[in-house]
Structure formats: C-alpha cells, structure tokens
C-alpha cells in the first residue's frame, strides 16, 4: 500500500479501505500518514456476521435434536 500512496501522491489519497489481510500494512501506513480516512471493508465485515450466523444456527440446531432426544442427520 505504501509504495501506491507514494505512486498516486499522498495528497491524491483520499481514503484506504482495509480488511484482516492488509490490516497490519495499513496501521503501519496511517502511523505515518495522518492524513489517511480509514475504512473495514463492507465484504469483509458482511462475512464475517455471516460465518458467525451459520456456527449459531447449527449450535441452535444441534441443541433442539438434544433436546428432543432423536437423532437426524442432516
């Protein structure tokens, strides 16, 4: 990321939009960049509510077949 802020100019950035895997880059940058708005990546954030969504519908799941003590596979 450094090395497109310097290419494009530093005054021509206007915003850095980041997510987990360019995450430590982007501190380092807006370290030295003060300048710099900083945004979590809509894709990532969205997928991430989602992964936690399915691991609660399948514990909710699991916990109703416990509870009704018959087993499906599903």
């Known amino acids: ?32 960049e003060k300048k710099l708005f900083c945004t979590p990546s809509v894709i990532h954030c969205t997928n991430l ?3 936690d969504f399915d691991k609660k519908i399948q514990l909710y799941q699991e916990r109703i077949v416990s509870a009704s003590g018959t087993t499906y596979i599903y």
Do not use: C, H, P, S
Not at 12 to 19: A, F, G, L, P, S
């Open 49 to 51: 509510i989602l992964k």
């Open 1 to 32: 990321m450094d090395d497109v802020v310097k290419e494009v100019g530093k005054e021509n950035v206007m915003q850095i939009i980041y997510n987990a895997g360019n995450y430590k880059t982007f501190r380092l940058l807006v370290n030295v």
